[in-house]
Nanobody, 127 residues
Framework: QVQLVESGGGLVQAGGSLRLSCAAS????????IAWFRQAPGKEREGVSC????????YYADSVKGRFTISSDNAKNTVYLQMNGLKPEDTAVYYC????????????????????WGQGTQVTVSS
């Protein structure tokens, strides 16, 4: 069964950094679009970033542009989300998701388009 496993979450002070990892098993990420979503308590899940692995193009939510960077290591079958300059409003459970087709600027943030999801990792940013 296809599996995505996130790791790297934790507690960090405002201005700090974390790197999240999304490791895939039982399938290769090479031709998938991989996205990071987050959900804060009482809020809807929102798209954070996406990478089309085959093309290498990336997308970001306005709220994280310039602070977060998504990347992939196909040899490790893992996608990363480097988060710098963290703010208390970044506090959420972060999920990675995969879809076997390229996404574009008009749909990458639509969670219902993704086929596989990880279990999530908690990120807490203290002020």
């Amino acid at each position: 069964q296809v599996q995505l496993v996130e790791s790297g979450g934790g507690l960090v002070q405002a201005g700090g950094s974390l790197r999240l990892s999304c490791a895939a098993s039982r399938f290769t990420l090479d031709f998938y679009a991989i996205a990071w979503f987050r959900q804060a308590p009482g809020k809807e899940r929102e798209g954070v970033s996406c990478i089309n692995n085959s093309a290498g193009n990336t997308y970001y939510a306005d709220s994280v542009k310039g602070r977060f960077t998504i990347s992939s290591d196909n040899a490790k079958n893992t996608v990363y989300l480097q988060m710098n300059g963290l703010k208390p409003e970044d506090t959420a459970v972060y999920y990675c998701a995969a879809r076997a087709y390229r996404m574009n600027g008009n749909n990458w943030y639509l969670d219902w388009r993704y086929d596989y999801w990880g279990q999530g990792t908690q990120v807490t940013v203290s002020s």
